[in-house]
C-alpha cells in the first residue's frame, strides 16, 4: 500500500468531475436559495390537491419538482463531503442540504394523510377527467397500498408525537460500539500493540496468523460479554417499538409489515430460510475442507475467517482493471459498453484514497447527475472487483433513469445488489475461464467460496435470529442477554456444522451486528445475491434473451414490484429454487476449488508455499 496523498496532489484523471453538477459553490447556494423557496410554497397545496384531478396533477408535480431539485443539491453536498469528511466547507454544504430534507418533509407531510382520506374509485375517475394524470397512476397505487394501515387523522398526529418521544436506536447502537467501547489491544503480526476497534477486528481476524486471529476474536466478543445486558436493553427496545407500531396500524407480524413494504410476501422469507436450511451440507464440506488445507488439528470459528490463499498479490494499474472490466462486460453488447466507455471518460469515478476520503466505496448521484462512484482503488484484485460492481449499480442507475420519468426512475432495495453482483460474479468467472496462473484460480475461487458463505449463510442465519426476536416480542416474552445468547448459539451451532469447534465467545457476535437496527433487512442480501447467480447462469449458458431480458430489467425503474421486475429475467422468489440454485453454484465452487487445489498440490507440494 502506497503513501495516501494529499487530494490537491492526486491527478485530476482519477478525480471525478462535480463541476458537471455546479460550476461554482455560488451556484449551489443560489440553487438552494430557489429551492428553499419552493419547498416553502408547498404548504400551500393542501388547501387545493383533492379538488380536482388537474389539481391534484399540480400539486404532484409541485412536489416531485421540490423533491428532484432536493436530490441534486444533496448529491452534490454529499459527493463533496465524501472527498474530505473532515473539510469544514463541505460540511456546511452537507448541513444545508440536509436541512432542506427537513423542512421538505415539514411542509409535504400532509400528502399522504390528505390524499388517503379519499377513495381510490375517485382517483379513478380523475384519470378520465384529466388524462395528464394516468402518468401518475402507478405512484398512486403504491401510496393507496397503505390506506388500509392509515388512521384516523387524530390518530396519525398522535403517532407522529409519540415516535419522536422514542429513543432512535441506532445512532445509540453505533456510537456505543463504535467510539464509547474500549476493546483493548492486541499484538499484530509483528508483535506490535495495536488498538482494537470494532471496524479494524475485520482484518485481524482474517489473518494468516493464527495467534492474531484467535487474539482479535476473544478480545473483541469477551468486551461485547461485559456489554450484554446494556445492548439486550438497547435492541429489546428497538424491537418494541416496531412491533407496537406495527401493531397499533393493524400489521399481523412485525415481519407482514417489512415484507409489505417491499411489496413481497413471507413466501419469499419462508423460501429462503427452508432452502438455506437444507443446503448446509456443501457448508459444511467447506469448512472441512478448509480445515484440512490449512492444516488445523481443531477449526475455530475465528478459522473460518482466514484467506486459504493468504500471499497471492496480482497487481493491478487502474488502465489494468479498465481493460478487464471491459472485456468481462462486453458479454453485454455494445450499448452497454458505451455507457462503461461514458462512465470513464466523462469522469463519474473518484478513483484514488486521498486524505480525509471516505473508505470503502458507493455509487451515487441522481436524476440530474451522473450515476457517480466512490472507490479507493490500491491496485489489488479485490479493487477491481468493487469497480466492476459499484460499475454495476450505475449502470442500473443509468439505465432505470434514462427510461423512465423522475417518478419512476428509482429502484427497490429488494433488487439493488443484483446488477452490482451480477458483474462480479462475471468478473471472477472470466478471470477463472481465462487465466493460466493456478494459483489466481485458487485465490478467485477462495474468494467466491467467501462471498457465498457471508451473503447466502450467513445473512440468512442473521435474518433468523432477527425474526425469533420479534416473535418472542409479539408474544409479549422478555428479551434477555442469556435468552438471546442462547438462541444465537444454537444457531451457530446448526450453520457451523460439526467440523468447527464453536467458540463460547460466538455467542455475543450478534451485539455488534447493526442491521438488526433495520427492520428486517438482511434477508435481501441472499436474495440478491441468488437471483444475481440465476441470471449469470442464464447469461453463462447463453441463453435465448438472456441478455436482452437483463437490459430490460435494468430499464424498469420502479414501475412493477420488486418480484416482478425480476421475473423479467425468470427469477420468482417466491421460488426456493431460487436460492437452491445459488447453493447449488457454491457447492460447485467448492468441488471446483477442491480439484483445482489437489493440482495445485501436486504441482506445487502445497498452499502458500
Not at 432512535?168 to 488498538?195: H, Q
Not at 417491499?262 to 456443501?282: A, C, F, M, Q, W
Request: proline share 2%; charged share 30%; hydrophobic share 35%.
Amino acid at each position: 500500500m502506497g503513501k495516501i496523498l494529499e487530494r490537491s496532489k492526486i491527478d485530476n484523471k482519477y478525480k471525478w468531475d462535480l463541476l458537471a453538477i455546479y460550476k461554482t459553490v455560488d451556484e449551489y447556494l443560489f440553487d438552494i436559495d430557489n429551492t428553499k423557496k419552493l419547498i416553502n410554497s408547498l404548504s400551500l397545496i393542501k388547501d387545493v390537491m383533492t379538488k380536482s384531478a388537474k389539481d391534484l396533477y399540480l400539486s404532484i408535480n409541485k412536489i416531485l419538482e421540490a423533491e428532484r431539485k432536493i436530490d441534486k443539491i444533496y448529491t452534490y453536498a454529499h459527493l463533496k463531503y465524501n472527498e474530505n469528511i473532515s473539510d469544514s466547507k463541505s460540511i456546511e454544504l452537507l448541513d444545508k442540504a440536509e436541512n432542506l430534507n427537513i423542512l421538505f418533509s415539514q411542509n409535504t407531510s400532509f400528502f399522504s394523510p390528505l390524499l388517503l382520506s379519499m377513495d381510490y374509485s375517485n382517483i379513478e375517475k380523475m384519470y378520465k377527467e384529466y388524462e395528464p394524470l394516468k402518468e401518475y397512476e402507478i405512484f398512486l397505487k403504491k401510496e393507496f397500498r397503505y390506506k388500509k394501515y392509515m388512521l384516523s387523522e387524530k390518530e396519525e398526529k398522535l403517532i407522529s408525537l409519540l415516535s419522536k418521544s422514542f429513543l432512535d436506536n441506532e445512532p445509540i447502537f453505533n456510537s456505543l460500539t463504535d467510539s464509547d467501547i474500549d476493546f483493548g489491544t492486541i499484538k499484530d503480526e509483528n508483535g506490535k500493540k495495536v488498538a482494537l476497534t470494532n471496524t479494524n477486528y475485520s482484518l485481524y481476524v482474517k489473518s494468516s496468523d493464527r495467534r492474531v486471529r484467535r487474539d482479535a476474536f476473544i478480545k473483541l466478543y469477551g468486551t461485547y460479554k461485559r456489554y450484554k445486558t446494556s445492548i439486550t436493553s438497547l435492541l429489546e427496545g428497538e424491537v418494541k417499538q416496531n412491533a407496537t407500531f406495527k401493531k397499533v396500524r393493524g400489521y399481523e407480524s412485525s415481519l407482514d409489515a417489512a415484507m409489505y413494504h417491499d411489496e413481497l410476501n413471507k413466501d419469499v422469507y419462508n423460501s429462503l430460510i427452508t432452502s438455506v436450511r437444507d443446503g448446509l451440507r456443501p457448508l459444511y464440506k467447506y469448512f472441512k475442507l478448509k480445515k484440512d488445507i490449512l492444516g488445523l488439528d481443531e477449526m475455530h470459528v475465528y478459522d473460518t475467517y482466514a484467506d486459504i490463499i493468504s500471499d497471492y498479490n496480482k497487481t493491478y494499474s487502474f488502465d489494468d482493471a479498465k481493460k478487464l472490466i471491459k472485456e468481462t462486460l462486453s458479454v453485454f453488447g455494445e450499448e452497454y459498453l458505451s455507457y462503461i466507455d461514458k462512465a470513464f471518460n466523462e469522469k463519474w469515478i473518484d478513483v484514488m484514497p486521498n486524505v480525509g476520503k471516505t473508505g470503502g466505496a458507493f455509487s451515487g448521484g441522481c436524476y440530474d447527475t451522473y450515476p457517480y462512484i466512490l472507490t479507493n482503488f490500491q491496485g489489488e484484485f479485490q479493487d477491481v472487483s468493487t469497480l466492476i460492481h459499484e460499475l454495476g449499480h450505475s449502470m442500473h442507475s443509468y439505465y432505470s433513469r434514462n427510461n423512465n420519468p423522475y417518478v419512476y426512475s428509482g429502484y427497490s432495495i429488494v433488487v439493488a445488489e443484483v446488477a452490482s453482483t451480477v458483474n462480479e460474479l462475471l468478473l471472477a468467472r472470466y478471470v477463472l475461464d481465462n487465466s493460466k496462473d493456478i494459483k489466481e484460480k485458487l485465490y478467485i475461487l477462495d474468494r467466491l467460496m467467501n462471498l457465498f458463505k457471508a451473503t447466502i449463510y450467513r445473512q440468512t442465519m442473521y435474518e433468523e435470529f432477527e425474526k425469533f426476536l420479534y416473535d418472542k416480542v409479539e408474544q409479549e416474552e422478555t428479551l434477555t442477554s442469556d435468552l438471546l445468547c442462547d438462541e444465537f448459539y444454537k444457531l451457530n451451532e446448526l450453520y457451523y456444522g460439526d467440523d468447527v469447534v464453536l467458540d463460547e465467545e460466538i455467542r455475543y457476535e450478534w451485539e455488534r451486528m447493526p442491521h438488526l437496527y433495520y427492520n428486517f433487512y438482511m434477508y435481501k442480501y441472499a436474495t440478491g445475491l441468488s437471483s444475481a447467480c440465476q441470471i449469470v447462469n442464464q447469461i453463462l449458458n447463453k441463453e435465448e434473451n438472456a441478455i436482452d431480458n437483463y437490459i430490460k430489467f435494468l430499464k424498469t425503474g420502479s414501475t412493477l414490484p420488486p418480484n416482478e421486475e425480476l421475473k423479467i429475467n425468470g427469477v420468482d422468489l417466491t421460488k426456493r429454487s431460487v436460492c437452491d440454485n445459488a447453493i447449488e453454484m457454491f457447492s460447485n465452487l467448492v468441488d471446483e476449488f477442491e480439484k483445482t487445489y489437489n493440482e495445485y498440490k501436486k504441482s506445487s507440494g502445497g498452499i502458500n508455499e
